[in-house]
């Protein structure tokens, strides 16, 4: 089985970028883009606050790149499209540690930011999340933790129908070169050559590299954002099935505050 392409699914600020510019770097196969492209790209910068353009986009080429990688994929669906029936794509998806996450996704919110202004933590986590066409989405979403419980169950159910490969965000992290390797036997991808290769600046902020987010990440740095009553709103909300089904360990006020 010869795959010539990739597909990349992932809730925002989940290490998508990275991951594809990993898989481009080893692998000799095409990215299926899941973002708008060039032209689009010059044409939105003009209307950065209108979300016509990219759902539009999404809306005209879904059948040729899948659709927009932060969508809610839904594994029918995609099982019954030409590439994934003819085993011409690969498709991996990637998953946050949703503590974390959803302090990355309080700083870049993307179009919840109504006028302008970003609502402080506690707002956001209380606040049902507004989707956008190109989401694929026709559930309402009661807050930001049911949206990870959402497009990550989602994740987990693409695997029976799909073959997909589900990683971490932590793990590509920790663990990046054996990711590659996984990545490689699962799918039977050519390598560009015998000679993994990394990716060490960071694809949004050029003040940080590889090392700066291990350290953030893996050593939790970010535990000490937290309160006690976030916490408690997270864990009131979070799928506890999903939650174990993807090893990821419930905090405490207690664990943030030893943080």
């Not at 995609?78 to 003819?86: A, C, K, P, S």
């Not at 309080?106 to 989707?131: A, E, M």
């Not at 971490?168 to 050519?190: C, D, M, P, W, Y």
Request: hydrophobic share 35%.
């Amino acid at each position: 089985m010869a795959y010539s392409y990739t597909k990349i699914f992932g809730e925002r600020n989940t290490n998508t970028n990275y991951l594809r510019r990993l898989v481009r770097a080893n692998f000799r196969v095409t990215d299926l883009r899941g973002k708008t492209i060039w032209p689009f790209l010059k044409i939105q910068e003009l209307f950065p606050d209108d979300e016509c353009l990219r759902n539009w986009f999404f809306r005209k080429t879904s059948n040729r790149n899948l659709g927009w990688k932060h969508k809610l994929v839904d594994a029918a669906q995609l099982g019954q499209t030409n590439l994934v029936r003819t085993n011409q794509v690969a498709i991996l998806t990637v998953a946050k540690n949703p503590y974390s996450w959803l302090l990355s996704m309080h700083r870049r919110p993307y179009h919840q930011i109504y006028g302008g202004v970003r609502p402080s933590f506690d707002k956001f986590l209380t606040t049902p999340w507004q989707v956008v066409e190109r989401e694929d989405c026709s559930i309402e979403i009661a807050n930001p933790v049911a949206l990870w419980n959402h497009k990550n169950l989602a994740y987990l159910e693409l695997q029976d129908t799909c073959r997909s490969l589900h990683l971490s965000a932590e793990e590509l992290l920790e663990q990046t070169e054996n990711v590659v390797a996984r990545i490689s036997t699962h799918f039977g991808l050519k390598r560009r050559s015998q000679t993994f290769v990394d990716i060490e600046e960071s694809t949004k902020d050029k003040s940080k590299d590889k090392s700066y987010y291990r350290d953030y990440y893996l050593n939790e740095r970010w535990k000490a954002k937290l309160t006690g009553d976030q916490i408690s709103f997270i864990n009131e909300h979070l799928d506890s099935g999903l939650m174990n089904r993807l090893g990821y360990t419930w905090l405490t006020s207690e664990t943030c505050v030893n943080a």
